[in-house]
């Protein structure tokens, strides 16, 4: 977060809002997390001066940008609630004669630059203004993404796969939609987060926890919300501060960029410190509040050790960041390796093998509850009523789930074949956008 006052030069307002609202709670954020022996000041320096510079330029890549996304799926656990009505909130896709050719031939890989107009780009974009999922793709894509479509043979899914093959998958430009406020609130939303919470997450024991996280406050001026991990083993407090510091990041980013106010059809978005207060605030939250942006530390480190662990599936010759332009390619593998090399420096890595190490028999059980649990909270994903928003949820919760996968798939990486594919470990390009997005997020 503290990124943002070097590394943001398009959106100096946004990083000084960013800066502003972390310096808030700056006094409560300091110190090791629990669970792991990192602290908060040496993530914020190695974030800031190493990491975010070039994660964000790597996500300018055409390799990265495009995520392939199936938003019309039925929720596959309650009645729909019926989609958000908020424009901001509505998938405006193209018409079918105003997208490239090269990105409908399924069956090519590659096309011609010339078969795509930059003035239908700019009638596209004109038609998918504000917080529209835009499905736009600029002149500059390839269709390459036929090559990534390949089966994962392991059985270590974290999450539920849109397939890409439906009719109703399409590629979204995630830099034509920024993850921001976009007004879906209300029962719906509540009802997401709070199946997410209360039937798929192990939860701490307190005195004072709604059913609703982010419910107003019910006690009186003077109640405590007291925290205790009783009874909870190492794995399952992982899994709740996951979840946690995913709900964090994405709350973070709605604040930051919150629809302020529309006159004459003209948003203007930035920060919102009431709404930021009224998340993560201490007096407002019972203390929960700086918990949770703690949460989104431990979060990080966690994605940051998939990372440093997965380096050697990149490393080999066989794979490459496929988009048909040799040079941009390249380029953005040796930028991505460059990453591995400073996640590898890290020196406070959250260590892994601390998990299900027990009795061979119950850490296999509580592994596969692991497992589940998590692969259910990306289904609930499907039962978001915001298109813009299930598109991030799905994108967020997709990377985790791979990142997780890559953390317990330490043996399978370290025996890969160098010079060909290898079916006991792969990662899709589905996965590794969603990978490397969430982390950037």
């Known amino acids: 977060l ?41 993530i914020d320096d190695f974030n800031t001066f190493k990491i975010f510079p070039k994660i964000q330029k790597l996500q300018e890549r055409d390799y990265f940008r495009y995520y392939k996304v199936n938003l019309k799926r039925p929720c596959p656990f309650w009645a729909d609630d019926g989609h958000c009505s908020i424009k901001d909130c509505h998938v ?22 010339a078969a795509n107009n930059s003035k239908e780009l700019e009638d596209c974009e004109q038609a998918n203004k504000l917080g529209a999922v835009n499905s736009t793709l600029s002149n500059q894509s390839k269709e390459a993404f036929i090559d990534w479509a390949r089966y994962d043979d392991s059985q270590d899914h974290f999450c539920e796969l849109d397939d ?33 919470y209360e039937e798929n997450c192990f939860k701490p024991r307190s005195v004072y926890r709604p059913l609703n996280p982010l419910a107003p406050s019910r006690g009186g001026l003077g109640s405590v919300c007291l925290f205790s991990w009783t009874g909870l083993c190492l794995e399952k407090r992982v899994f709740y501060k996951l979840i946690s510091g ?26 919102n410190v ?21 949460n989104l530390y431990f979060l990080y480190l966690i994605e940051l050790r998939a990372l440093s662990k997965v380096a050697p599936y990149f490393e080999r010759s066989v794979v490459d960041l496929y988009t048909g332009n040799g040079h941009e390619d390249a380029e953005s593998k040796a930028l991505l390796l460059d990453i591995f090399r400073d996640t590898k420096s890290f020196h406070m890595h959250f260590d892994e093998k601390s998990m299900f190490a027990g009795d061979k028999k119950g ?15 990306s289904r609930i994903m499907d039962c978001v009523g915001c298109d813009k928003c299930r598109l991030w949820g799905k994108l967020q919760t997709q990377g985790l789930g791979t990142a997780l996968k890559i953390l ?4 399978e990486i370290q025996s890969l074949p160098e010079n060909s594919p290898s079916k006991g470990f792969q990662l899709t390009r589905q996965e590794i956008v969603a990978l490397v997005n969430a982390f950037g997020r």
């Open 246 to 271: 995913l709900h964090a990041s994405i709350n973070l980013h709605l604040c930051a960029n919150y629809l302020l106010e529309e006159t004459w059809g003209k948003p203007r978005w930035g920060p």
């Open 2 to 42: 503290s990124a943002a006052s070097t590394v943001l030069p398009s959106s100096p307002v946004l990083a000084a809002a960013l800066l502003h609202l972390c310096a808030l709670f700056f006094v409560e954020l300091t110190g090791v997390l629990d669970d792991c022996l990192c602290d908060i000041e040496s």
């Open 408 to 411: 317990f798939s330490e043996k």
């Open 92 to 113: 405006e896709p193209c018409p079918e004669s105003k997208i490239p050719v090269g990105i409908k031939a399924g069956s090519s890989n590659k096309y011609s630059k």
């Open 164 to 196: 890409e093959r439906s009719p109703d998958a399409q590629y979204v430009d995630l830099l034509l939609n920024p993850e921001r406020y976009t007004g879906y609130k209300g029962p719906s939303a509540w009802r997401v987060w709070n199946s997410i």
């Open 274 to 294: 009431k709404e930021f207060t009224r998340r993560f605030d201490p007096a407002e939250t019972k203390g929960e509040g700086p918990r949770r942006l703690k």
């Open 363 to 377: 850490a296999k059980s509580l592994k596969e509850e692991f497992r589940l649990h998590f692969k259910n909270i």
